[in-house]
C-alpha cells in the first residue's frame, strides 16, 4: 500500500514533522530537572531540608574560586590578601550574582595560610548563566592570576555545557554513510536509510520538545532518544532497503519486491523494535524518575524509526525503484545471480567445520574479559576524573592539598529534632558523637531554622569523596544512628553529594539485577514467538549476557584499573559511573537483539522454507552477514567516536557501548550463535507442541507469502552438512 499510495505516505510524514515542528517552536522550553531518587536516605534528608529551610537549597550555579600563595608565601600577607580580596569584589560584580564570600572573613583558609578559597553563588541555574556572566568569572579569576597567585575554579558555573556531542553526532553520520556506500556500491541506497533515519529523528525530537513543558521532560530527556533513533533508524531502513533489492535479484518487479521486503524484513523490524522497547521501558524497574523520562522518550523514538521503516522507506522505493540497486544492474537491466558464495558464507562454512574450537574460543575469550567485572565499584567521578588542563581538576587538587582530600566531598548531616524538649543539645550530642567517629576530620557548627527544630552540619571525612574507605565510613555513621537517636529523642539522616553519590551507585547496582530479569524476560517471550523454538531465545539471551558482561569487564580493566588507560587519555581512574551498567545494558541489549533477529530470521525462513539446518546458517549468512556486520560498524563507529572527548564519563560511555556492540556482533552473533545452532541440528528448532499451540503464529519468515518446494542441498552445502553431523 505505501508503495501505490507513496504520495499519500510521503504528504502525512511532511504532514506529522511539519506539524511537530510547529509545536516544538511554540513550546515552552524544557525544564532543567533536579535529580532525584525516591526511596534512598540522601534524598529524604534533601526533602526535609527543603520543607524546613525554605529556598535554602536552590537550585543556583556555584564558583568555588581557590587561591593558592606563590612558594614559600601565605595568601594571608599583605599583598596577596588584598589581591584575593579585590578578586572577591570584581566576583561579586555581576548582575546575576547573588553573593560573594570573603575567604578571610568566612575563615576558608587553610592552616598553613598557603591556600583560600570564596564561595560565589549565582541567583540562576548553570544552564541559565549568561555569556557575560561567565566571561566575567573568567577575566576575573585572570585578573587574579596577574598578581603572581595560583587561581583556579570549580563547580556548576564553569561547566558551559559544551557542543561535543553533536560534533560527534556528525561524525557517526559520516562514518554510517561511508560505510553505507561500501555496502551498497550505490549513493541512493546508502543515502535513503539516512534520509529516514534523519527524518524519524527529528519528528521524535521535535515531538519531545513539544511536550516537554506539559510532561515535565528535561533538556536531557532527549540525548538518550537522538543516539538511539538515529541508530536504529538507519538499521532498519538499511535490512528493509537491503531485502528489496536481494528480491529484486530474483527478477521480481518493484512493487514485489517492495511487498516482499516489508513482509518478511519488516516484520523482524517490528519484532527486532519491540525488543528495544522492552529495554528502554524497563529502565522504570531502577526508580529514577528522570531515567524513566530518558527510557521513556527513547522508546518512542524506536517506534517513530520502526513506523518509517514500514512506511516511508517503501514510498521511497516507489518513488525511485532502481535508484538503490548497482550500478552493474542498472545498466545491463539484467538481475544479478543472488545465491553465489560471498563472505558470509565462506564465514559460515568455516564454523560449521569447526564449531565446537569456534565455541570455545568465543565463550572462554569472553568469559576472560569479564573476570575484572567482579571488582566493579559503582560511583559518581567528580572534577577528580577530568584532565589536569582544566581549572576545575587543579582547583579540585589544590582544595585537597590545602584542606584534606575529604574537603571536596563534605557530607551534610540533618538533624531533626522537632519534639524534642531541647533541639540544641540534641544537635549538639549527635554531633559530638559523629566528630568521634574514625575518619572524621571535622564537624562544622550547626545551622538551625527559623523555627528551631531542624539542625544542619557539615562532616569533612579524611579521605576523598570516591575512597571505598568514605563509604566506610558512611556506612558507619548511620549504623551507629539508632544508639544515638535512642540517647537525644531527636533523628539525623546524612546526605551531600558524596552520601547521595553513594546512594545512587547502591540503589543502582541492586536494581541491575530486577532489571535484566524483566528485560531478558520479557525479550525471550517475544523471540519465542518470533523464532518459535525454545533454544534460541535461551541461546540468545545467554550470548547476550555474556558480550555484556564482557563488556563491563573491560570497562572496569581501563577506567578502574588503569590498564591502556593512558591509550584513551584518561589520566585518572576511579569507580565507574553509576548508570553506566544500565545504561550499557539498556542500550546494547536493544542492539543485541536487533543483529539476532535480522541474522538469525534468514536462517529460520530457509529452515521453514525446506532446507536443511547447515544449509540454512549457510543461507542465512549468505543473506544477513553483509548488512548485519555494516550496521554493527555504523554502531561502533558512533559509540567510539566520543571516547575522543575530554570528559572521562563521556569517554567511559563511548568506550563501553562501542566494546559491547563490538563484543555482541562480531563474537556472539557472528561466531558463536553459528557454532550452537550446527552443534544443535534440527533441535535448535524443537518447540513442545503444547505451547506451539499457544503462541500465536507470527509469519516473520513471509512463508504466506511464497511458499517453495523442499530445496536439495547444493554440493557444496551438503558437504557442510556431513561436515557438521560428524
Known sequence: MAFRRRWYVALVWAAVLAAVGLGALKAPGASDEEFSMPGIESQKAFDLMEQRFPGATADGATARVVFVAPGGQKVTATENKKAVEDAVAELADGTQVASAVDPFRAKAVSKDGTTAYATVTYKVAATDLSDAGRTRLKQALDDARGSGLTVEAGGSAMDDGGGAGGMAEVIGVAIAAV????????????????????????????????????????????????????????????????????????????????????GTAGSAVVFAGLTVV?????????????????????????????????????????????????????????????????????????????????LLLGVVGLGALAI?????????PGDEAKATSTTERRAYDALAEGFGPGFNGPLTVVVDANGDDDPKAAADTIAKEIGGTEGVVSVSPSHFNEAGDTAVFSVVPSTAPTDEKTKDLVTTIRGERAGVESETGATFEVTGTTALNIDISDKVQAALVPYLIVVVGLAIVLLLVVFRSLLVPLKAALGFLLSVLAALGVVVLVFQQGHGAGLLGVEQTGPIMSLMPIFLVGIVFGLAMDYEVFLVARMREAYVHGERPAQAITSGFRHSARVVVAAALIMIAVFAGFIGESDSMIKMIGFGLASAVLFDAFVVRMAIVPAVLALLGDKAWWLPKWLDRLLPNVDVEGEALTRHPQAEPAPAETADLEVART
Do not use: C, H
Open 372 to 380: 575484572p567485572m567482579t571488582n566493579l565499584q559503582l560511583g559518581m
Open 179 to 262: 560505510v553505507l556506500l561500501v555496502t551498497f556500491g550505490s549513493l541512493a541506497a546508502a543515502g535513503l536509510p539516512l534520509l529516514t533515519a534523519l527524518i524519524g529523528v527529528g519528528v521524535s525530537m521535535a515531538t519531545i520538545l513539544a511536550l516537554s513543558s506539559a510532561l515535565g521532560l528535561s533538556t536531557t530527556t532527549g540525548t538518550l532518544a537522538m543516539m538511539l533513533g538515529l541508530a536504529v533508524g538507519i538499521d532498519y531502513a538499511l535490512f528493509v532497503v537491503s531485502r528489496y533489492r536481494e528480491e529484486r535479484t530474483k527478477g521480481r518487479s518493484p512493487q514485489e519486491a517492495t511487498a516482499m521486503a516489508v
Open 278 to 358: 522492552i529495554a528502554l521501558a524497563g529502565l522504570a524497574v531502577v526508580g529514577i524518575p528522570m531515567l524513566t523520562k530518558m527510557g521513556l522518550a527513547a522508546a518512542g523514538a524506536v517506534v517513530v524509526a520502526v513506523f518509517i521503516a514500514l512506511t516511508l522507506v517503501p514510498a521511497f522505493l516507489g518513488f525511485w525503484p532502481n535508484a538503490v540497486l548497482t550500478r552493474r544492474t542498472r545498466k545491463s537491466g539484467r538481475v544479478e545471480q543472488s545465491a553465489k558464495d560471498n563472505g558470509g558464507t565462506r564465514w559460515a562454512r568455516f564454523v560449521l567445520r569447526r564449531p565446537v574450537p569456534v
